[in-house]
């Protein structure tokens, strides 16, 4: 009974629910790259050198032969999913020095003393009255 306490106190403590949240937001995020890689990106690129569509580059490996089909190496997949990567690597980065940015920010600023109770400004006046007496 002690591990599953200690599971359901781990899953309210909101670990869990952070972690998840992170994981759905960082799936749609990466379908939001793979879109602009594939559908914004690629194509002036592959028109850039001569029309080529990188999703069709292959290399074949043994030709499609009776019922079977061609052995290929597509390594026009593999560029477009590095060119995703280093897009969403590139954002991430961006995206964490923008916060180290600001907690470098926040821990700098320094905390401004809080303002003095009405006792205090009253033992004040009275000890600035009695210095000039």
Known sequence: MGMLR?????????????????IIIGAAFGKVVSSLVK???????GILIGGVDFTDLAFTLKAAAAGAEAVTLNYGAFIQTVVDFLIVAFAI??????????KRKEEAAPATPPKPSNEERLLTEIRDLLKTR
């Open 93 to 102: 980065f961006v995206a964490i020095k923008v916060i180290n940015t600001l």
């Open 6 to 22: 200690e599971f359901k106190e781990f899953a309210v403590k909101g670990n869990m629910i952070d972690m998840a949240v992170g």
């Open 39 to 45: 559908d914004v990106l690629m194509p002036p690129l």
